[in-house]
Structures are given as structure tokens and as C-alpha cells.
């Protein structure tokens, strides 16, 4: 009797990566310390939404930037295997330069055509210090940078958000704010939960006629309003 | 390729398998598949409906999708010859005529549908069953193809379905009437047997500075036998009115329809097909539907979809391959797969890649001159045929690790049918295509297979397991 027909098989990969702002204000009023606090609260809800869809393996790196950039977490882990390691911040904001790192991996090859889109979360305090234009432009040109599902945390009210949102590249989704721990911890664990789980099982859909983005993106859910504000 | 051209006789088989997450989250199977053999000739249509929510009746719009293929390539099979003489024809028939023809179609049965749906149940959608195809409120599936360019179509079935209840009458023999989505219909019949039926299409990003004004009774000039003020609608530049005659069954016109005339120009900026210059014949009903521009209403109707919404919630892929004793003819819309396996197993591509297709976007029925789209491949069989032509929807290529991985489908299923029979490995599609699913994307998965009568050996005539119930 033939044997079932075609290669190996395998559920989409679907990478999901940190991009994080760990210059030098970022270490002011505990904002880092929150950053890490976030990301490691968010990893059981992260692992949680990628066991519901096996259909995904959802596949996490986590890049930094202050004075230049570079991988905080290279090799592409899978949630359930995903553990988080302080960051430090010290330095200026080379947010230009992580966008070209980025860019350099998505890129075909290494991605693949059949990778569901992925989400790529900017997460910054401040202003960038380098040629962002060009490094935005690098991940901007690319199919897969272009198609992905781009999301920011504006850190404080000194955050960009005009660049914040040319990173994101969509008038339907603005930056989500986090003006103190508590929200920062929530816009993380959003991201990690809501639009992942968007992202993981995307429907097909005809290009040209819907909204700008072609992964839904859920609308966040409304922090209380905080007298608490520190940022 | 493979064995001489001229002894080349084709076999088709095929078969859905509703996706995992489909299953997951309570939706129907979005894909279709469907195909006709004749005299050797094969004909073979795969369609993906889109699984957003702003499609979610793609899966009647997949079935329509293949309907109308089917049809078409049988007009075509019927009414040209598929040789390698005749090739400069087909080629031009299939650039020109045929993507036009597929997606006219097409966007015919859905709005026919759509306006049958919400007249009569307005926020319930049609029932989409695993394995069933779709009632088609504007025709049987089968129904005859007249030729290349001019469909059949049922009167009967094309007739909006208003609710009488809700039309009242404006003027004699007139009834105007508004639906819960405020889809405004309105019909004179005159007399029965004649029926031109239409629909006004806004441009993309315009929309109307007034509401349509509701149509008199002088605005409908039966005795120049020609439709005009009922589709005299905002005087919008690049507003389109399309449609098609239907001439009573015991009468035929003399000739086509006459092309349009300089004075079928209604209101400025409209253009008037030619399709709506009737010909003389007495006794017609003419029909149409009047959407309004979003946003607008008319005597206080919810406002209506424009056309182009409609199509969205309809939206497909569509894969055909028409198999010939001396030419391959392969069209392909949107995303999914069409591979070619020669004898010894290698798989190519007949069509060239699209890298517009990732990240679960495509091109689609429904969008903006969808026909223009529409990717066409003629193969002539010049050095003999293939074995087998697969053709799959997107989820089952996304399955697989990688690109080699997955056109090892082709010398497998190859391998698979000259040992089993086409029959036998038809049998095990539902098992192997879940199982992809399954491991895989959890996407729907469709195959069709069109194999060489020879390697098919085994198979049963009229063979149909795989399809559809």
C-alpha cells in the first residue's frame, strides 16, 4: 500500500520577535526592569496560546539596541522552550540599526514563503539616534517585512510616537502607551496573547480590498485610568 | 514529456478535506473542487474561498467559482478544437475571452445569490455543509453554456427575490421596493418572457453625491425597446451598468444583441453595455437592481454594499486545467498550486510564480479587475503528454517543510496511481489530505488529480468518488 504521498510535514512557523530599546533611559524610573518583568510575565501566556494552535510553532527571538544592535536571543526558540534574560539598558537609541538586523532575517532565505506573517514588537522610551529612515526602509522593502505584523510600546510620554507609528506602517494601529509598570506589563502580555493568537491562524483574504493589514489586529483592551502614571 | 500526443486520453479525480482550524472554529469547508471527462478530454477546477470574516460566504463563492469554470471549458471543449493547429485560437480565446468570461460569470452568480440571500434571509447565511455544493439560486450547476462569451442563464432563478410585501407600487406595472440591507429593486413587468437583468456598479472610491432617484414611469422607454432611466443612477463618472439579455424561450433574436449606441449613453459619465440594448422583440421585462452608495439611503433603507462588498464575502481562488488530446490549457487565480509530472517523475510548473501570493493574501475573484489577474498557460503537447497534472489549494503546499518537501507529491502520487490505480488512490485522498492538514497547515486541503488514461489503469469509468456530495 503507497505510503502517504510528499516530504516531511510540518505547522507553519510563525516568528515572533522582541525589539527592544535599552539605551540609557530606559534604566530611569525602573522602565527596564518593568520591560523584563513584562516579557517574563507574558511567557506562560505566550506558551499557552501556541499550544492552542498546533498548526503554528510559534518561534521567538528577542534583539536590543542601544549603542549599535544585536541579538539578545539569536536562535529562533520555541515558545514552550522560551526563557527570558535581563536586559540592561546603557547607551544611545540605534533603532535604525535593529531594523536592518531585522531585515537580515527576513529575508528569503532564511524565512520561507509558507511562514504565517510574522510579529515584530518595537518597544521604546525614547527617540532614535541613528538613521532610522534607512533601517525602516531596509525592513520596509522586504515582502516579509512588509507583511508583517508590526506592533510598538511607547514607553512614557517622551517616546516617539511618529516614529513609533512609521513602524508600524498602518493608520488603523497606533502605538500602545505604557506610562508605568502596570501598563507595560499589560501592552506586553496583549501583544504576546491577543495578537498572537491573530497572527498564528491569519485568514486568507483578497489583497487590495480589506484593511491595510493582512493579520486582524485585535483592538486592546483599556488599562484603568491611572493616577499612577510615572513615565 | 511522455506518450504520443495523439493517443492521449485523460482521467480526473479529486477531493476536499475540511481544515483542522476550520474544525476548530466552527467553519465550513471554503474550498471546492469539481470536474467533467468527455471523449477523453478532462476538465478539472479547484477554488479556495477566502477564510477572512469579510468572505464568509467564500464557500458558496468557491462553488460558484467551479461552476462556472466547468462550464466555460465545456463551451470551449464544444466549440473548439483543442489541437495543436488550432493553437494561435485557443491562445487568444484564453488571453482574451476566457479570464473575462470566467469572472463575469462569476460575479453574475453571486449577486444573483446575494440578492436572493438577503431578500429572503437577510442575517442568516447560507447553509455550507461539509460536502455540499451550495444551492445556486441562479442556475443548476450543469446548466448549458450557449458559447464562449454568452452564457445561459435562468430567468427564473435570476429574478430578484424582494419581498413583494415591501414594494409598493409607484407606478403602474412598476414596483419599487427596498429590502432590510436597502437593496433597491424594482422590476416592469410588461410583459413576461424577455428579461434583462443588471446591476450598476460605482467605481472604486467614488460614491454618489444623491441618492438614486426612483425610477418613473417615463423613464423606462419600452417602445424604443431599450432600457434607460431605470438605470439612470447618480450621475457619477465611471458608473457602469452591466447586464444581459434573456430573450423569451419560444422567441430568438436575429441577432445579437445590437452593440451600443451612441444614444445609450443615459447620463453623463455612464457608460451603457451593450447587453442592455434590447432587441426589438415585444413583450419584455426588463429587471435590475439599484445599489446605493455606502453611507446613503433612500426613504430611510439601510444603506446597501456596494457591488465590490458583495464580491468580498463571496471571495476565491480559482485553479483549472483543461486536458486535450493535444494541448494543456491551465488558468490560475489567486494562490495554490499547479504542478506538472512528466513519466520519470519530474515535477514542473507551468505557471510563472506570482510574488504577490504570501502572507495569507491573493488575488481573488473579487477584486478589481479580477480578469486582468488571471494567469493563463497553453502547453502544447508537442513532445508528448505528462503523466499527471496536480492541481491543490494553498493549504497543502503549506504543509509541508519546505518546497522540495512538498513537490515530492508529484513521483509519489505518480508512483502511487501505477501501482494502485487511479481509483484506489482516489480512495485514499480524504486520509492523506486530512493528515496533511492535520500535521500541517490545518488549512482546508483540496487536490485534483488529471492523470493520463494509461497511467490511470484501473480506474473506473465516470469514476466520482472523490467529489463532492
Not at chain 1, 508590526?150 to 488603523?172: K, S, T, Y
Not at chain 2, 409607484?170 to 436597502?182: F, H
Amino acid at each position: 500500500m503507497a505510503k502517504r504521498p510528499g516530504g516531511e510535514m510540518a505547522a507553519r512557523p510563525l516568528h515572533f520577535m522582541w525589539i527592544a530599546d535599552c539605551s540609557g533611559s530606559m534604566g530611569v524610573d525602573g522602565k527596564i526592569q518593568a520591560l523584563n518583568n513584562g516579557i517574563r510575565e507574558a511567557i506562560p501566556h505566550m506558551r499557552e496560546v501556541a499550544r492552542e494552535n498546533p498548526n503554528a510553532d510559534v518561534l521567538v527571538r528577542a534583539l536590543k539596541f542601544s549603542n549599535g544592535a544585536q541579538w539578545h536571543l539569536a536562535q529562533p526558540t520555541l515558545a514552550e522552550d522560551f526563557e527570558w534574560t535581563d536586559l540592561a539598558a546603557d547607551g544611545v537609541t540605534d533603532m535604525g540599526k535593529a531594523l536592518t538586523m531585522v531585515a537580515d532575517q527576513l529575508k528569503i532565505p532564511p524565512m520561507t514563503d509558507r511562514a504565517l506573517p510574522p510579529v515584530l514588537v518595537l518597544i521604546s522610551d525614547g527617540q532614535p539616534t541613528d538613521d532610522f529612515g534607512a533601517g525602516l526602509k531596509t525592513l520596509l522593502d522586504l515582502p516579509w517585512g512588509k507583511k508583517a505584523v508590526r506592533m510598538a510600546i511607547a514607553i512614557g510620554e517622551d517616546a516617539d510616537h511618529e516614529v513609533l507609528q512609521r513602524f508600524i506602517n498602518n493608520p488603523e494601529v497606533a502605538p500602545l502607551q505604557a506610562n508605568n509598570p502596570e501598563a507595560l506589563v499589560r501592552q506586553i502580555k496583549f501583544i504576546s496573547t491577543a495578537v498572537l493568537k491573530a497572527a498564528s491562524s491569519p485568514p486568507s483574504q483578497a489583497a487590495g480590498v480589506g484593511p491595510v493589514a493582512n493579520v486582524p489586529i485585535p483592538q486592546p483592551v483599556a488599562g484603568p485610568d491611572d493616577a499612577s502614571d510615572v513615565w | 514529456m511522455g506518450v504520443n500526443s495523439l493517443s492521449v486520453q485523460w482521467r480526473a479525480v479529486g477531493k476536499r478535506v475540511r481544515g483542522v482550524s476550520h474544525v476548530q472554529s466552527g467553519k465550513p469547508c471554503q474550498d471546492a473542487v469539481d470536474w467533467w471527462e468527455q471523449e477523453g478530454v478532462a476538465a478539472l477546477v479547484v477554488a479556495d474561498g477566502h477564510g477572512s470574516d469579510r468572505s464568509p460566504r467564500s464557500d458558496v463563492g468557491a462553488a460558484f467559482a467551479v461552476d462556472v469554470a466547468l462550464n466555460a471549458l465545456r463551451s470551449l471543449h464544444a466549440n473548439s478544437d483543442l489541437a495543436l493547429a488550432n493553437l494561435r485560437a485557443l491562445k487568444h480565446l484564453a488571453d482574451e475571452q476566457l479570464p473575462r468570461l470566467l469572472v463575469r460569470d462569476w460575479r453574475d452568480r453571486v449577486l444573483a445569490h446575494h440578492a436572493a440571500t438577503v431578500a429572503t434571509t437577510p442575517t442568516t447565511l447560507p447553509e455550507g455543509a461539509e460536502g455540499a455544493v451550495p444551492t445556486d439560486p441562479a442556475g443548476p450547476a450543469d446548466e448549458p453554456v450557449s458559447g464562449l462569451g454568452v452564457p445561459a442563464a435562468s430567468a427564473d432563478a435570476r429574478r430578484p427575490c424582494a419581498d413583494a410585501a415591501q414594494e409598493p407600487d409607484l407606478t403602474p406595472g412598476m414596483r419599487l421596493s427596498s429590502n432590510p440591507a436597502g437593496l433597491r429593486s424594482f422590476a416592469l413587468p410588461t410583459v413576461p418572457g424577455c428579461v434583462a437583468e443588471g446591476r450598476v456598479r460605482l467605481p472604486p472610491n467614488r460614491s454618489s453625491s444623491a441618492p438614486p432617484p426612483a425610477p418613473e414611469a417615463g423613464d423606462v422607454l419600452v417602445q424604443r425597446m431599450r432600457l434607460s432611466g431605470s438605470f439612470a443612477l447618480p450621475t457619477v463618472p465611471g458608473c457602469v451598468a452591466e447586464g444581459r439579455v434573456r430573450l423569451p424561450p419560444n422567441r430568438s433574436s436575429s441577432a445579437s444583441p445590437p452593440a451600443p449606441e451612441a444614444g445609450g449613453v443615459l447620463v453623463q459619465g455612464m457608460r451603457l453595455s451593450g447587453s442592455f440594448a434590447l432587441p426589438t422583440v415585444p413583450g419584455c421585462v426588463a429587471e435590475g437592481r439599484v445599489r446605493l452608495p455606502p453611507n446613503r439611503s433612500s426613504s430611510g433603507s439601510p444603506p446597501a454594499p456596494e457591488a465590490g462588498d458583495v464580491l468580498v464575502q463571496y471571495g476565491s481562488t480559482l485553479l483549472t486545467v483543461l486536458a486535450g488530446p493535444e494541448v494543456l490549457l491551465f488558468l490560475q487565480l489567486g494562490d495554490g498550486d499547479i504542478l506538472v509530472v512528466a513519466d520519470d517523475g519530474t515535477v514542473t510548473r507551468p505557471m510563472p510564480e506570482d510574488s504577490r501570493l504570501m502572507a495569507n493574501e491573493t488575488t481573488s475573484l473579487c477584486t478589481v479587475d479580477a480578469w486582468r489577474e488571471i494567469r493563463v498557460a497553453l502547453y502544447p503537447l508537442v513532445e508528448g503528454a505528462p503523466a499527471l497534472i496536480l492541481l491543490a489549494t494553498d493549504g497543502y503546499a503549506n504543509s509541508f517543510v519546505s518546497e522540495q518537501d512538498f513537490l515530492r507529491v508529484g513521483p509519489d502520487y505518480l508512483q502511487a496511481i501505477r501501482e494502485e490505480g487511479l481509483a484506489a488512490v482516489a480512495s485514499r485522498l480524504d486520509e492523506w489530505l486530512a493528515d496533511a492538514s492535520t500535521q500541517g497547515s490545518g488549512d482546508d486541503i483540496t487536490l485534483g488529480i488529471v492523470a493520463r488514461s494509461d497511467v490511470a489503469e484501473g480506474a473506473q469509468h465516470g469514476l466520482k468518488e472523490g467529489a463532492p456530495s
